[in-house]
């Protein structure tokens, strides 16, 4: 997502870098006003609604390649059914993802982010779930995820 108007600032004051990164031209107003880039990732609903999707900075390292986990979730919630998804890093080589509601079909899941992103993105597993955990403030509760996979993990050996 980009923001522009009135309210965007000309930029970081002393860093040339970071504005080149973060700052384009403003194509709709032109004269010399800027968009910035808000790392949020976003898209428009069929019903002209703009939906936010989370953070494009949520970004780690898997097998050398650089994956912004926010993408694998928000091809997941395309897929059939799934209403909420989240993707972690389980290790260095692997993604896993939580997926609600719990009858989502999780091969069919996994098959759309391959169709959609690159293999190296595609999670080791989809865990379809009633609901997600949530912290206190109301956000994922990622820990409670991790600790849940590594549940199944030990009970599976």
């Known amino acids: 997502m980009w923001a522009g108007g009135d309210c965007v600032s000309a930029g970081y004051l002393g860093d040339d870098a970071l504005n080149a990164e973060r700052y384009a031209p403003d194509p709709f107003l032109g004269g010399g006003r ?23 900075d949520d970004q780690v390292k898997v097998r050398g390649f650089r994956v912004e986990l926010d993408s694998v979730s928000s091809v997941l919630e395309s897929a059939a059914g799934c209403t909420r998804a989240v993707t972690l890093r389980r290790d260095a080589r692997t993604l896993v993802s939580f997926v609600c509601p719990a009858d989502v079909d999780p091969d069919a899941a996994r098959r759309a982010v391959a169709d959609a992103l690159p293999y190296y993105c595609v999670p080791e597993q989809v865990l379809p779930l009633a609901h997600l955990p949530e912290t206190d403030r109301g956000k994922i509760d990622k820990q409670a995820l991790l600790g849940m996979l590594e549940q199944r993990v030990a009970v599976a050996r």
């Open 34 to 56: 800027r968009m910035f880039r808000t790392r949020d990732l976003g898209r428009w609903t069929p019903d002209g609604q703009l939906e936010h999707l989370g953070r494009t």
